[in-house]
T-cell receptor, first 114, second 111 residues
């Protein structure tokens, strides 16, 4: 069982749709992350939030818009995605704002763009 | 930018044989973490190494951090079918929230 909950588990959307991915953790972690993972590849960092503020944006296209409403929640808003955006989107959290500590991953959202 | 490479990319072993994956960073790291991802699953944290030359053991798994803090290895003794998955190292730097994941080694076990 994972302590980081992601919804939905699967999402199929057209290129003109708007959807949101949600992530929730109740471990009191102050850093939260979005990763994108293509098949047979490592997770690629997209965004990092520390203490509810965006601290890292890895030059992600603006069609991906992150939001951190509070310390337990992280959203990823999707709009006008491209077929190459199809991937597993992983949310993670960690206690500390630097990398000295494990990251806890959710099960991910498998996204398919038609 | 920082690159973290792992070899081999794939490894098929007979059950009971040993397995080793090697991780090499293009830059000096403050720490290295290891994760395991089962097929269809998500990465699960295994261990973190911080000190130069550090060696840590978890049952059949042995993790090492190189003296120069640029490389690391994971050795599994007497593999079991439950060891199947992709093993990723991930390098970190002081004062930086970013972990750079290695390319991964996919382990399959022949029963």
């Amino acid at each position: 069982d994972t302590e980081v909950t992601q919804t939905p588990k699967h999402l199929v959307m057209g290129m003109t749709n708007k959807k949101s991915l949600k992530c929730e953790q109740h471990m009191g972690h102050r850093a939260m992350y979005w990763y994108k993972q293509k098949a047979k590849k490592p997770p690629e960092l997209m965004f990092v939030y520390s203490y509810e503020k965006l601290s890292i944006n890895e030059s992600v296209p603006s069609r991906f818009s992150p939001e951190c409403p509070n310390s337990s929640l992280l959203n990823l808003h999707l709009h006008a995605l491209q077929p190459e955006d199809s991937a597993l989107y992983l949310c993670a959290s960690s206690q500390e704002r630097d990398t000295h500590g494990p990251q806890h991953f959710g099960d991910g959202t498998r996204l398919s763009i038609l | 930018g920082q690159q973290v490479m792992q070899i081999p990319q794939y490894q098929h072993v007979q059950e009971g044989e040993d397995f080793t994956t090697y991780c090499n960073s293009s830059t000096t790291l403050s720490n290295i973490q290891w994760y395991k991802q089962r097929p269809g699953g998500h990465p699960v944290f295994l261990i973190q190494l911080v000190k130069s030359g550090e060696v840590k053991k978890q049952k059949r798994l042995t993790f090492q951090f190189g003296e120069a803090k640029k490389n690391s290895s994971l050795h599994i003794t007497a593999t079991q079918t439950t060891d199947v998955g992709t093993y990723f190292c991930a390098g970190g730097n002081f004062g930086n929230e970013k972990l750079t994941f290695g390319t991964g080694t996919r382990l399959t076990i022949i029963p």
